[in-house]
């Protein structure tokens, strides 16, 4: 039987951050929304602490850019819109507080779904449009933290 050797297996989400990570200060989003709030939240639950200061902080994760929109990009055979793409879009880069060093160089995160959109169900279309951006918001964030992570193990 084959065993996974090095890293241990963690299932999506809950491995630990590397310790150079430890005190974060995100720049550019307010943790307490939307995407801001995502990605404080995946932040601390793999191990990191979220501080309100630079100061205070090891390395700052500097958001910039950020675009959440829609866009129709199918239309029926009477002019009504039959789907939309939900987007999540911006830049984003980590530098030590104490030297400076960028630790991550600026990388982008462009993400979207197809949301198929119907006139009749309104109400539900609205809901459906709320949990895909949800979705877009926490996969981002995931990809941001895959990111740090990996630049850790390869600079080892």
Excluded: W
Aim: charge should be positive.
């Amino acid at each position: 039987m084959v065993g996974c050797a090095g890293e241990s297996f963690h299932l999506r989400g809950t491995s630990v951050m590397p310790k150079s990570y430890n005190v974060i200060y995100l720049q550019g989003v307010d943790p307490s929304l939307d995407f801001g709030r995502i990605l404080s939240d995946a932040l601390q639950r793999s191990g990191s602490r979220v501080v309100a200061q630079r100061k205070d902080a090891d390395v700052v994760l500097n958001i910039r850019g950020l675009s959440e929109s829609k866009r129709v990009v199918g239309y029926g055979s009477n002019r009504e819109v039959k789907e939309y793409l939900i987007y999540i879009r911006f830049k984003y880069s980590v530098q030590s507080v104490t030297t400076g060093d960028i630790l991550l160089s600026s990388s982008e995160v462009n993400m979207d779904k197809i949301q198929a959109y119907d006139s009749t169900f309104v109400l539900g279309k609205v809901e459906e449009e709320g949990l895909l951006r949800e979705r877009l918001r926490e996969d981002a964030a995931r990809q941001i933290l895959l990111r740090m992570r990996s630049a850790v193990q390869t600079k080892k």
